[in-house]
């Protein structure tokens, strides 16, 4: 996967050196329904968000290549408890682009994110024990609350970055259509297709569905 996004930015970069004049110029947020898949995780879609921008380049009439630097917040949630797991991630999909229509496209490519923050977080209870620290367990930690005498209603948060992977390496299909305004919309999944866990006796990924709004203002 890592050879292929490499080969990927370097066409990528002999593409804008040949398209300079006609590289479209944008940004776009939206909405991440984030969770993460693998061995005996139960756990529930996290709603959050994503920001940054984007580039349009022309390949030939219908297919374009579009590049992107997003701030990707993802996660999870605990099934029937307040636990909630984030993880923040610098992204940088290279999404190819073939229009259907002049305004209908059909999206894929690789993405590679990398990892500024991971935190667990409950309401109204101590943070969770992650238990020696895999991600399995930091993932269920809520399952039972620990039992203490605070009443403090404030969210309590434990880092558990050092249980996570700083590389997430994903890849994106989706489609998009552009308004007559302008306007950019988009649906997009990212399955990811690499470990996240640092813990090599479990297998941990992410998996994200982004809904996107986007403008090309250069």
């Known amino acids: 996967m890592k050879k292929v996004y490499l080969t ?9 050196t040949i398209n300079a004049q006609e590289i479209k110029i944008g940004a776009k947020t939206g909405l991440n329904l984030a969770s993460i898949t693998g061995d005996d995780v139960d756990v529930s879609m996290r709603p959050s968000f994503h920001i940054g921008g984007m580039a349009e380049i022309p390949v030939s009439a219908e297919f374009y290549v579009q590049p992107e630097l997003l701030f990707s917040s993802q996660g999870y949630k605990v099934k029937d408890n307040d636990a909630v797991g984030i993880l923040n991630y610098i992204a940088l999909p290279v999404i190819g ?6 305004k209908l496209s059909i999206e894929a490519g690789p993405q590679i994110g990398y990892l ?8 109204d209870s101590p943070a969770p024990n992650t238990g020696g620290g895999n991600v399995e367990t930091a993932a269920k930690a809520s399952n039972t609350k620990a039992s203490s005498a605070s009443t403090a209603s404030s969210a309590q948060k434990q880092d558990i970055k050092e249980y996570f992977k700083s590389i997430d390496l994903a890849f994106g299909i989706g489609a998009g259509y552009k308004l007559d305004n302008g306007i950019n919309l988009s ?14 006796s479990e297998s941990i990924k992410n ?12």
Request: glycine share 4%.
């Open 97 to 102: 682009k073939y229009y259907v229509t002049d």
């Open 187 to 200: 649906a997009r999944y990212n399955l990811g297709v690499s470990n996240i866990s640092e813990d090599s």
């Open 116 to 123: 500024l923050s991971a935190n667990i977080k409950t309401d």
């Open 8 to 16: 990927t930015l370097l066409i990528l970069s002999m593409v804008c």
């Open 207 to 218: 998996s994200v569905f982004m809904l996107s709004v986007g403008y090309f203002f250069w």
